[in-house]
């Protein structure tokens, strides 16, 4: 669950209109390749954010997890704020809230496992 960011600078007009871009990304793949990602919604000029969202991505205890705050744009791409790799997801404190810094960003998350089964 992407919960809540505060401090995100201000970009376009001292203003920011935030989502988070969740990625799962397979470990050892320097070329960039995500596996799997989802995003919030954006909200409208709050450089303090609160979504409260819930995204759910399929990935292996082995990949890792990034958070990616970006600036929604109309007529331009949308530009990153702030970026946090947070390293193996099996290496995450699970179904509890935690806060992390990126610069004077500080984003709040939590990560809730759940396993599913593959017969065959």
């Not at 920011?16 to 989802?38: A, Q």
């Not at 000029?45 to 958070?67: G, I, M, R, Y």
């Not at 970006?70 to 947070?86: G, Q, S, Y």
Request: glycine fraction near 6%; charged fraction near 25%; aromatic fraction near 6%.
């Amino acid at each position: 669950s992407v919960i809540q960011a505060l401090n995100i600078p201000t970009v376009d007009n001292g203003k920011v209109d935030p989502y988070v871009l969740v990625e799962v990304r397979e470990p050892g793949k320097d070329d960039g390749r995500v596996f799997s990602s989802k995003r919030t919604s954006a909200q409208k000029n709050a450089s303090d954010a609160l979504w409260n969202e819930t995204v759910q991505l399929h990935a292996k205890e082995e990949f890792e997890l990034t958070l990616a705050i970006f600036d929604k744009n109309m007529f331009k791409r949308d530009e990153e704020v702030a970026r946090i790799d947070l390293g193996p997801i099996s290496g995450l404190t699970m179904d509890r809230q935690q806060i992390v810094e990126a610069g004077n960003v500080q984003l709040t998350y939590s990560v809730t496992l759940h396993l599913a089964l593959s017969m065959g």
